[in-house]
């Protein structure tokens, strides 16, 4: 009960009162408990069948602890001496200005429907 739990809370980013209210914690826990179904039946049979010990295994657990420290030095090494000026950053977007503008839009002039029915709503 208490992973349910804690899993429903995760689900909910205002928090799990505002759902309750809405009743919508009924309507997603059947979801949530089949996700930590899964979760736990997927890593008892791979332990089951070792794939701990597979090369690939090793090696793609190598490439995420790598991503992580990479990321976690980027955080506290780099980014803290990184200081940009309302000018710098003017001339950047002017300088990029195609990519932060919105495509070309598309008017429709007319929906077809199969039904006459559906017309109407």
Do not use: C, W
Not at 18 to 32: M, T
Not at 63 to 78: H, S
């Amino acid at each position: 009960m208490a992973d349910l739990t804690k899993a429903l809370e995760k689900k909910f980013f205002h928090g799990t009162e505002r759902a309750a209210e809405k009743k919508r914690i009924n309507q997603r826990k059947d979801q949530v408990l089949e996700e930590i179904l899964n979760r736990r039946v997927i890593i008892k049979e791979a332990k089951r069948q070792k794939l701990d010990r597979t090369e690939f295994y090793k090696t793609r657990t190598e490439e995420y602890r790598n991503g992580i420290l990479f990321g976690t030095f980027v955080q506290k090494v780099i980014a803290p001496d990184l200081k940009v000026d309302e000018e710098e950053l003017k001339s950047y977007y002017q300088a990029h200005i195609a990519e932060y503008t919105f495509p070309e839009m598309v008017r429709i002039d007319g929906l077809a429907f199969s039904d006459r029915r559906m017309r109407k709503r």
